[in-house]
Every structure is written in structure tokens, then in C-alpha cells.
């Protein structure tokens, strides 16, 4: 009797040492709750077709990058948080010249995009028009939204919002031993 | 300038506080009252020069940027600076501050007891601070040179939402100041009268507070989010009905103790239970761990730093209590049907409840850590498991305010056994005729039970007053008029979710629906252009029986500074019944729309709002 006592006594403290135990392994863990995996995630690049931003000669498929890694970002010049992650491209570019990355213009008038760029500078290999139907393939969510692709044509990595540097540093980096 | 401004004080106000947890072990121990009024002004200052960053659209700030846009209307402006994660940690530590201000005024209480009161919320004002400036800062400054905002979230743009997070935080945080006197209670080992009255006072006030948050939370739920209902199990609302409990539990408990000095153990469980159950919570909801209509971005070590401040002052306020709790005589005078029993049933079911709600919200995490397989607790597992654990409860509830402390007597006892019988056959006798359902049946007869009880028991305590002194008569009749106000809630919920009709169509202009007896026209779809948005509303014609009732007009925002939709329920009502409409897509078929007939919901918020102002009412005793 006198021990169940001194155990109810004790339950709230043993009660919050598990909860915290639970939680902690929980957050280390690095799960996140409202990214559920992407439905597209391990599938193939869905077919697309488009055209150069400053030369319409220029056309670029599916098959150009599908056996390369390549980083596939969707941008506007109207989307302010494309101008926050800007100048995370242009590092990445810098960094890695040989790293192929594909801009997606969403939805935008050519010379704002064009206007963007000259102001922000152009980290982009190959930019390519995007009436609004090639982000509807890579289901798109919002401005801006960023796909990685491995040298299968798997996306590997899909991320939604600004680029920061941590997701940069855990997510695309490892998959850059070009 | 603000900017700066505000991390400065910010910064003096984490100071402030250090030096207070300080002095509290030198030679002077009164000047504890005197930092604690001055961190209220730095924290004050802190506060309203971030609010004015908003007002000024200063984009320079960071959250300001992330969080406003210059078209918005003064009122979202000033709501932008609590509608974000940094800006609401710093509300939290204003209000923390605010009630411990409002506390060093404090004449009745012991000085020694004042003194480590202070010293306690101080430590939590601090550890606050300190997690504001490492990680959640609103004080940052923009990176890039912006002249327009991202724009606050849309959906928060909203009248109620702007007083909303500032009450619910007055509830919600203000149980820190009721742990911060148990704490100095147990560790001065003086708790007294005084101690007991200041605690009523207190927890009564951040109860009724975190009451009319929560409803008001609900209501906004009700006709913002479009989906029929006000209670949806979220976990940002389980979080805030945690507390709630527990508060309940307390509130009910230190009544009992006011009358003869027991529980005092039980009522300090309960007062750190609260605040750990608000530190928690704010966890679950602030580390992302959770998917939530409020879901804030999600940062792994600002969810490791509430979660370590959760942990050690959970951890040490339980040890403290292990070690210092008061010893008492356990000679509750327990009886079949008196007033202790009452409050110990009512805490039990309180308690449970809480644990059920708390058990549902973290589950998900157990399962998907131990399994990892991801489980969604939605509200089939809370309307299973609480709502038949509150339910007897609920039953003592129109009577237990007359009861006694000392018999099983009561007055009039066969008046309430013959009137409960005649009520369930009235019932039973009418669901016949209409909808069969044993939780409309139990439901509708308890509040129907607890709403009669109260009025006969009213009535018959005014009848002892003879219309003298009304302003006291409310005062002292408080817990029955609380109790009427959780009889209306209940009709409300009841009639509401067991009788709600729900109808989904798609209609063309000038097209007539009918609805069973009722039938709706749209008449034509109006455009508003306003600062922020640009609406389509629709304006709908209401039909009872082919008479006209009222207009309804429901309405699409797009909002422009974030490119985003958001669906404006339109609401009539006619006190008896809401008619609710939701308008969606366009197709080929017209106007996709969702009309829902919900019968006596109104009465959810008269109830909580009866409840609310019951226990301010009641502050006026002391």
C-alpha cells in the first residue's frame, strides 16, 4: 500500500520523463508532419516540352535531362519569396558550375521575367516558359517549388517555399558528387 | 528604428529578470516588486514597437515582411503582429508579464509568499525571453531591400481573429501566474486563506478568459473555414481544451477548499497541471510535430526548446511538490449525494476527459515513431471517448450548487426525481416522431435537466431577495447561472451535430433548389473589389414553404497580395435555426453549393458566452 502510495506520487514525474523521451526522439528524427512525401517522389519526370525564355528557337524536353542530376526550380518575377531564394540559386550555381538547373517561368509576362533576371541575376542553365501546364504535371503547389532529379529521370527531392541553406545542406547537396 | 527599439527592450526585459530570480536571494528582497513593474514596462515597450512596425508596414523588419502588406486595413495590420509565431511568443510574454504585473499589487497575501511567486513566473518570463531571442525573434531584420509584404494569411484576416489570440492567450498563459503561487505556496509551506482566495481569484479569471477564447476560436471555425461545423478536434483546439479541464477541475476544487481546508494538495496538483498542459501544448502545435489548420513553420530547435521548458519546469514543479506538498487530515466528509462528492465526480470526469483528449492528440506521434506508419485521430475517436465519459457527469450538474456539505439532504429532492422521469418520456415519446438517436436522447434530456434545474433553483433563491439587490444576487448565484449557461451549450452542441441537415447541389442564376421544406434562389453573383481582396458573392434568396425568409450571401475572396482562395460561409439566422451556405466551383451544371440547416447552434456561443461572463461575475465576491 505504502509503495502504490508512493508510486501514484511519482507517476506525474515518470508520466513527463516519457513524454519528453518520446517527444525528443520524435524531433530528432527529423520527420515533418505537414510535408507528407511527395506523390511524386521516386517516379519518373512527367513529360514536358518548352521553350527558351530569350530564344524561342531554343526547346527543351523530358529526354535532355532526364540522365543527368538536375535541379528543377519554378519561379515568377510577381513571387516574393522567389526573390528570397535567389541568391541561394546563384551560390549553388557558382559553387557548382556543372550542376544543371532548369528554371520553370510560372505563369509570367516575358519581360518581367526577363526584367527579374537582369536585376537578380540568372543562376539557370536553361529557362523555359511555363504557361501554367508544365506545373500542373509536377503538381505545383505554390511559388516557388523546387525538384531535384537523379541521373535515372527519378525526382528525388521535392521541396515547397523558399530554398534556405538547411535544406540546401541536407537535402541537394548530398546529391551533388558531380 | 521600432525594430531595434523593440529587440532592445526585449533584451533588457530577458535582464530585468535575471536580476529579479537574483535578488531574490540578497539582502534586498523588496526590490523583487520593483523589477518586476519595470520588466512589465520594457516588455510593454517591446511589444507596442513591433505592434507600430505592423501599423507603419515596415518592411525592413523581417516579420513584418512575412506577415503584413500595405493594402491591408489598419485592424490586420495590428492583428499581423500576433498572427505569425515570433509575434504571438512575444504576446505570450507580454501577457505573462501583464499578469504578474497586476499581481505585485497584491495586499492581501503573505510578502514571503508574494516575493517567491514573483520569483517563480520571473524564471518562466526569462526562459521565454531567452527562447524569443535565440530562436523565434520578431525583431529581425530583412535581408533583402522589399517595398510591399507578403501579406498575412488570409483566413486570419478576420474581425474575431484579431481579438481572438490576444483573450485566449490571457486564459491560456495566465495559468502560469496560478503555478507560480503554488509553487510559492509549497515551497514557503504557508498556504493559507489568503493563498487559497488569491488562487480562486486568479484561476477563476484565466478560466472565464480561456473560455471566451475558445469560443470565440470556434466561432471563427464556424464561418470562415466553410465545413458546417465549430469543433473539428484539431489539435490546435485540443491543445486549448486541455487546459480548459484541468482548469474546470481546479476552479471546482478550490471551492470546496474555501469551505474547510482540504484538497489544498489536490488544488496545487491542479495548478501545475495547467500550465504544464499550456506549455505542452504549445509545443505540439509550435514544433510542427503536428498537422494543424494553425500550423506554424516548423523548426526542429524551436520545438526543442519549449519541449527542454516544458521539461524542467514540469519536472522540477512536480518534484517540488513530491518533496514540499502540504500534509493534511484526509477527512472529507464524503456522501452518497452532497456537495464534496459532487466536486470529486466533477473533477474525475474533468481529468479523464483531459487525459482522453491528450492520449487522441499524441497517439499519432506514438504510432508513427514506434510503427512508423502514419495515423490521423480525427473526431470518431473524440466523439467516441469523451463525449460518453463527460455525459454522467454532467448529470449531478443542475443540482449541485444546493447541495450540502454536511448530509444527503436536499430541498425539494422529489420535485427534481419526478421531473427528470416526466422529462425522458417527453423524450422518448417525441424522438419517435421524429430523428432516433441516443445521443440526441441522452443529450438533449440533460440539457434540458440541467437548464430547468438552474432556472427552478434560481427562481427559487430570487424569490428570497425579493428584487432587492439584483448585482448581488448574481454575484452569489454565479456557479447556477455558469451551469444554466453549460445547459444551453449542451442543447446547442446536441441539436446541432445530431440534427444538422446537410444538403450539397449545383445551381444556376436565377435557379430555384428546393431543400425539402426549404428552397433557395440565387439571384445573381455580385464582384466587390476591396483594398485586399476581391470578392464574388452570391446573393442567395431564402424560401420556407415558398414564403420568403431572408437573403443569404456567401462569398469567395481571392486574396491578392498571397494568391489565395478563401470561402466566406453566408449565415442566417433566425435564433431557431441557422441556415448556413458555402458556395464552391463553377461548372457546367451552375454554382456548386453546400447548404447546411443547423438547429439551435447559436445557442453553443450564448452558453459559453453565459459561462464567460459567470465567472467574471463571480470575481466580485472577493
Known amino acids: ?178 | 528604428m521600432f525594430t531595434n527599439f523593440g529587440f532592445y527592450t526585449l533584451l533588457l526585459t530577458l535582464l530585468v529578470n535575471g536580476i529579479s530570480i537574483f535578488s531574490n536571494f540578497t539582502g534586498f528582497k523588496k526590490i523583487i516588486i520593483f523589477f518586476c513593474r519595470l520588466s512589465f514596462m520594457f516588455i510593454s515597450i517591446s511589444f507596442i514597437s513591433l505592434i507600430i512596425s505592423f501599423i507603419i508596414s515596415d518592411f525592413n523588419n523581417l516579420n513584418v515582411f512575412q506577415n503584413s502588406h500595405s493594402s491591408m486595413p489598419i485592424m490586420y495590420k495590428i492583428a499581423g503582429a500576433w498572427g505569425s509565431h515570433e509575434g504571438s511568443m512575444l504576446l505570450w510574454i507580454f501577457v505573462m508579464n501583464l499578469y504578474i504585473f497586476l499581481f505585485s499589487f497584491n495586499k492581501t497575501l503573505k510578502f514571503k509568499i508574494k516575493r517567491w511567486a514573483i520569483f517563480f513566473q520571473s524564471i518562466l518570463i526569462f526562459l521565454f525571453c531567452l527562447y524569443v531571442l535565440l530562436t523565434s525573434s520578431p525583431f529581425l531584420l530583412n535581408p533583402i531591400n522589399v517595398n510591399e509584404g507578403l501579406g498575412l494569411n488570409p483566413i486570419l484576416q478576420d474581425p474575431l481573429l484579431v481579438i481572438h489570440p490576444p483573450l485566449l492567450y490571457l486564459g491560456y498563459v495566465g495559468f502560469s501566474l496560478i503555478m507560480s503561487i503554488a509553487l510559492a505556496g509549497l515551497i514557503t509551506n504557508d498556504i493559507e486563506e489568503s493563498w487559497i482566495k488569491v488562487t480562486k481569484i486568479w484561476s477563476l479569471f484565466s478560466w472565464s478568459l480561456l473560455t471566451a477564447g475558445i469560443a470565440m476560436g470556434s466561432y471563427w471555425a464556424y464561418y470562415e473555414l466553410g465545413w458546417g461545423g465549430w469543433w473539428f478536434w484539431d489539435p490546435v483546439e485540443n491543445v486549448s481544451l486541455m487546459p480548459w479541464l484541468a482548469g474546470l477541475a481546479l476552479v471546482h476544487t478550490l471551492s470546496i477548499t474555501n469551505h474547510n481546508h482540504f484538497l489544498k494538495r489536490w488544488a496545487i496538483f491542479l495548478s501545475i497541471l495547467c500550465f504544464s498542459l499550456s506549455l505542452i501544448g504549445t509545443f505540439l502545435v509550435r514544433s510542427g510535430i503536428l498537422t494543424s489548420v494553425h500550423s506554424f513553420a516548423s523548426d526542429t530547435t524551436r520545438g526543442l526548446f519549449i519541449l527542454i521548458i516544458f521539461f524542467v519546469v514540469t519536472t522540477f514543479s512536480f518534484l517540488l511538490f513530491l518533496v514540499k506538498s502540504p500534509k493534511e487530515k484526509n477527512n472529507l466528509n464524503l456522501l452518497f449525494i452532497n456537495k464534496p462528492t459532487a466536486l470529486i465526480i466533477n473533477n474525475i470526469v474533468m481529468l479523464l476527459a483531459c487525459f482522453t483528449v491528450f492520449l487522441g492528440t499524441i497517439y499519432p506521434i506514438i504510432i508513427e515513431l514506434s510503427l512508423n506508419q502514419r495515423v490521423s485521430i480525427g473526431a470518431p475517436y473524440f466523439n467516441k471517448t469523451v463525449i460518453p465519459i463527460v455525459l454522467p457527469g454532467l448529470l449531478l450538474m443542475s443540482i449541485a450548487p444546493i447541495l450540502s456539505w454536511e448530509s444527503n439532504k436536499f430541498k425539494n429532492k422529489l420535485i427534481y426525481i419526478y421531473a427528470l422521469i416526466l422529462l425522458s418520456l417527453i423524450l422518448i415519446i417525441l424522438s419517435f416522431f421524429s430523428t432516433f438517436s441516443v445521443f440526441g436522447i441522452l443529450g438533449l434530456l440533460l440539457a434540458t435537466w440541467i437548464i430547468l434545474g438552474t432556472l427552478f433553483n434560481i427562481f427559487q433563491n430570487l424569490r428570497k431577495y425579493k428584487g432587492k439587490k439584483y448585482l448581488f444576487f448574481l454575484r452569489t448565484n454565479n456557479s447556477l447561472i455558469a451551469h444554466f449557461g453549460v445547459g444551453l451549450l449542451i442543447l446547442g452542441i446536441t441539436s446541432s451535430s445530431v440534427f444538422q441537415k446537410e444538403y450539397s447541389n449545383s445551381i444556376k442564376l436565377n435557379e430555384k433548389l428546393n431543400f425539402d421544406k426549404y428552397s433557395l434562389q440565387l439571384k445573381k453573383i455580385d464582384v466587390v473589389d476591396k483594398d485586399n481582396y476581391q470578392g464574388l458573392v452570391g446573393i442567395f434568396l431564402l424560401y420556407e414553404k415558398n414564403k420568403f425568409v431572408g437573403e443569404i450571401k456567401p462569398e469567395k475572396r481571392f486574396y491578392k497580395s498571397n494568391s489565395m482562395i478563401t470561402t466566406e460561409a453566408g449565415i442566417y439566422n433566425n435564433i431557431i435555426e441557422d441556415f448556413y451556405l458555402v458556395i464552391g466551383d463553377r461548372n457546367k451544371e451552375g454554382w456548386n453549393i453546400k447548404f447546411y440547416v443547423n438547429p439551435l447552434v447559436i445557442l453553443i456561443w450564448l452558453g459559453a458566452g453565459i459561462m464567460f461572463l459567470s465567472g467574471i461575475m463571480s470575481l466580485w465576491r472577493f
Open chain 1, 1 to 178: 500500500m505504502a509503495f502504490l502510495k508512493k508510486f501514484v506520487l511519482f507517476l506525474p514525474i515518470i508520466i513527463t520523463i516519457f513524454l519528453f523521451g518520446i517527444l525528443v526522439s520524435y524531433l530528432l528524427s527529423d520527420r515533418d508532419a505537414n510535408k507528407p512525401p511527395s506523390a511524386l517522389l521516386n517516379k519518373n519526370i512527367p513529360n514536358f516540352s518548352t521553350v527558351n525564355l530569350f530564344d524561342e528557337n531554343k526547346k527543351l524536353f523530358k529526354k535532355d535531362i532526364e540522365d543527368k542530376v538536375t535541379l528543377i526550380n519554378f519561379f515568377a518575377s510577381w513571387c516574393i519569396p522567389c526573390k528570397q531564394e535567389h541568391p541561394l540559386l546563384e551560390d549553388l550555381q557558382k559553387k557548382f558550375p556543372n550542376l544543371i538547373i532548369v528554371g520553370f517561368n510560372h505563369k509570367d509576362s516575358k519581360k518581367d521575367a526577363i526584367k527579374f533576371l537582369e536585376e537578380n541575376g540568372n543562376p539557370y542553365t536553361f529557362i523555359g516558359i511555363d504557361d501554367g501546364s508544365i506545373g500542373l504535371e509536377f503538381g505545383v503547389f505554390g511559388l516557388p517549388e523546387t525538384f531535384m532529379t537523379d541521373k535515372n529521370g527519378k525526382i528525388i527531392f521535392k521541396h515547397i517555399g523558399p530554398l534556405d541553406k538547411k535544406t540546401i545542406k541536407t537535402n541537394i547537396l548530398p546529391y551533388l558528387n558531380l
